[in-house]
């Protein structure tokens, strides 16, 4: 069935140094990969996505990379600052033929320490 | 633009009681979906629609129910509410699956 895992759950950095989101995706048939952003009690937003004919795609201090034969893509987050701070949801699209949906991961909490 | 808006923000049920959940979007989005958040558990999908008068299954379906009589409408029903009910409920619609989701600000639902 559709997955997608992500990793770590938590993640603490100082304010400057980089940040690194991990999921990986189980539907082979998956063509679109966005990122949201939740800050707290707030709703989530899309920061950046990609799609499967792109390796890799740069937004300011975000990026994301993907790799379809390993089936797994990644958040990169540079020179981080505390309004960075918030949980992270990475997604992956699931082709159920007639009907196509979203499978979000489990989310990262990441905290930039000042 | 409202966007999406969600009815109502907070509610307290108690075990057995049916209340429904109110979507709205202004944006003609074709695709609408509803969602519940737990801590750790991240979004899952409970039901979804392709358009009006349209449903599907998503991941947690069991205890929900939903309707897409009009396009910038989706309702979600819980008929017998339940504590594993309670949550944090999130509305989003999008063009299409493969683009950009446009969230609710979210129902907070405690079931006692």
């Known amino acids: 069935g559709e997955n997608v895992e992500q990793h770590p759950s938590t993640l603490s950095v100082q304010e400057g140094d980089s940040a690194v989101i991990k999921c990986t995706y189980s539907d082979s048939a998956s063509n679109y990969f966005p990122w949201y952003k939740q800050e707290l009690g707030k709703r989530p937003q899309l920061i950046i996505d990609?799609?499967?004919?792109?390796g890799e795609k740069k937004d300011q201090r975000i990026a994301v990379t993907l790799n379809k034969t390993a089936k797994h893509f990644s958040l990169h987050i540079t020179e981080t600052q505390p309004e960075d701070s918030a949980v992270y949801f990475c997604a992956a699209s699931w082709d159920g033929g007639a009907t196509n949906k979203l499978i979000f991961g489990t989310g990262t909490l990441l905290a930039v320490q000042p | 633009n409202a966007g999406v808006t969600q009815t109502p923000k907070f509610r307290v049920l108690k075990t057995g009681q049916s209340m429904t959940l109110l979507c709205a979007q202004d944006m003609n989005h074709e695709y609408m979906y509803w969602y519940r958040q737990d801590p750790g558990m991240g979004l899952r999908l409970i039901h979804y629609s392709v358009g009006e008068g349209t449903t599907a299954k998503g991941e947690v379906p069991d205890g929900y129910n939903v309707s897409r009589l009009k396009k910038q409408n989706f309702l979600l029903g819980l008929e017998s509410a339940a504590p594993s009910q309670t949550s944090v409920y999130f509305c989003a619609s999008s063009y299409t699956v493969e683009e950009t989701q446009y969230f609710g600000p979210g129902t907070r639902l405690l079931v006692l």
């Open positions: 990609i799609r499967s004919n792109v």
